[in-house]
């Protein structure tokens, strides 16, 4: 009993792990995705404050520098410029400066205390950063934007944006603004991965509970099929799976039901047959013994010996019989049986098999119908076996013929194929069973026979041997009125 719940645990553990996992991955690879997502729109957002309120700053400056004003009052000019950079850069927290051709710093908010400007171009924050030649250059056509150090002259990585301020289309200066990578995204990353994993938790939790039902609920028919297999294989077939919905694993279940159905129906027919094939052995067997020794013994009269030889050679001849079925059963499966084939007159050899019948057909009194509008018909095919056939087929319909009933037989061809059919008036068979009266160790069952004799192989060996001609049998049955057995072989070998 451990055993079975350590395979079962085992199974539903795997299953639940690779699930949980997946979902695990999948929220590591989307809280990745996220804070990628985020700082690239971070950064463009950023990037895109800066320029604006450049461009804004770059449009004044160069409206004030081009004035006259500006060459009256240089040092109220530059208390006005060093007074939108402090604005500006104190508005956004960024730090906004203007920088000459060369790329040094000219003004900044650091210039500015109240209403005086302490020194231009000369500031203690911003006299180390030079904007390198690559930007300048970039600078004489167009803005530039980016994340830089601007070559090592700040000492981490800012969002830089730098515009020209142009008078008469030619650049005098240049507009920078820049703001800190890290001190301005990290708090805005930390919130968002905040906020994610307070999501993430929720709903990895709900995962974790849905993972684990549905793994159950999906190992649940594995787990049955295993159980039912070791049943299966102590020989109990009554343990069927439970169908849920209409996907693949319920069309698993079905087919595994399917196949536990065909297996004990087997197995019940195995059994059906052992215990039929005994019986069939042991009864003619004793009756030979018992008379052979009451030949030998005097104990049968001379005069009543030939009788009794007569029940005996139908005896050896009845077991000679379910040999020969039996054989021909082992060849069929493994496929030895060999068709040797031969032109022959069909209508000819199913004369010749009724004649064998001759005796019982008058001793019951049936009327046979039929033969006067057979016709000959030659196909090429292993007369033997098809004699087989026939006699299979006539044998049948004589055992489950009342006394004084109609065996009526059909023989019709065309140029490809011929057509034989053998109806027998009688019981019948129920629809249920007529689906079934081919199958191997399958017998129709006994309250219904005439005769019970018999190992349940007679009509599958027929089917087998007719399929093995390129032919088809099928059966009807009307219940209390007939049963008739009809099957086409193909004239010619050629035709198959």
């Known amino acids: ?28 690879v989307l809280g990745g995705s996220l804070i990628v997502f985020a700082r690239n729109y971070f950064r463009d957002e950023k990037i895109k404050l800066l320029s604006e309120n450049a461009e804004n700053i770059s449009q004044s400056v160069a409206q004030m520098v081009g004035s006259n004003y500006a060459t009256q009052y240089p040092t109220n000019t530059a ?28 003004y900044c908010q650091e210039m500015r205390r109240g209403d005086m400007v302490l020194y231009t171009g000369d500031c203690i924050i911003h006299n180390k950063i030079r904007i390198p030649q690559d930007i300048l250059q970039t600078l004489g056509s167009k803005s530039y934007s980016g994340t830089t150090t601007l070559k090592g002259s700040l000492s981490s990585k800012n969002f830089v944006y730098a515009t020209a301020v142009k008078i008469d289309d030619a650049p005098v200066a240049y507009v920078v603004g820049m703001q800190p990578v890290m001190e301005s995204l990290k708090p805005y990353i930390l919130a968002i991965l905040r906020m994610f994993g307070i999501s993430a938790l929720i ?54 039901n399917s196949m536990a159905k065909d297996l004990a129906s087997l197995e019940s027919s195995r059994r059906s047959f052992v215990a039929n094939v005994s019986h069939e052995l042991k ?9 052979i020794d009451g030949i030998l013994d005097g104990t049968i009269e001379k005069d009543q010996q030939e009788h009794y030889l007569r029940i005996v050679s139908d005896e050896v001849k009845r077991l000679h019989r379910l040999v020969v079925s039996m054989l021909n059963l082992s060849k069929i499966e493994a496929g030895e049986l060999a068709l040797k084939r031969r032109d022959f007159d069909v209508s000819e ?19 046979i119908t ?12 292993d007369e033997d076996l098809l004699t087989q056939v026939v006699y299979n087929l006539i044998d049948n319909a004589v055992k489950f013929t ?52 018999g190992a349940g192989l007679g009509l599958y060996i027929t089917k087998s041997i007719v399929e093995m001609h390129g032919g088809s049998i099928k059966a009807s049955s009307l219940e209390n009125q007939y049963t008739e057995f009809s099957f086409w072989l193909p004239i010619h070998a050629e035709n198959m």
């Open 1 to 28: 009993m451990s055993k079975k719940k350590r395979q079962t645990s085992g199974l539903f553990k795997e299953y639940f792990t690779i699930f949980f996992l997946v979902i695990l991955v999948s929220f590591t």
């Open 79 to 106: 208390l006005m410029i060093c007074g939108d950079l402090t604005t500006v850069s104190g508005a956004i927290d960024a730090d906004f400066f203007i920088c000459n051709t060369e790329g040094k710093v000219i």
């Open 203 to 256: 709903t990895l939790a709900v995962a974790f509970v849905a993972v684990y039902f549905m793994s159950y609920e999906l190992t649940r028919p594995l787990r049955q099929m295993s159980e039912a297999t070791k049943r299966y294989a102590e020989g109990d077939f009554s343990m069927r799976i439970q169908v849920d919905g209409r996907n693949e694993m319920a069309d698993l279940a079905k087919a595994f």
């Open 283 to 291: 009864t003619p067997m004793t009756t030979i013994g018992g008379f």
């Open 349 to 367: 050899m199913i004369f010749r098999t009724i004649l064998g019948f001759e005796q019982l057909i008058e001793q019951k009194g049936f009327e």
């Open 370 to 381: 039929g033969l006067e509008n057979m016709q000959s018909v030659i196909i090429s095919g």
């Open 402 to 453: 009342p006394e004084g009933g109609e065996i009526h037989f059909d023989v019709v061809h065309d140029m490809q194929k011929v057509y034989v059919s053998i109806r027998n008036s009688g019981k019948g068979v129920s629809s249920e069973e007529i689906e079934r009266i081919f199958e191997r160790f399958y017998k129709v069952d006994k309250s219904r026979s005439y005769d019970v004799k």
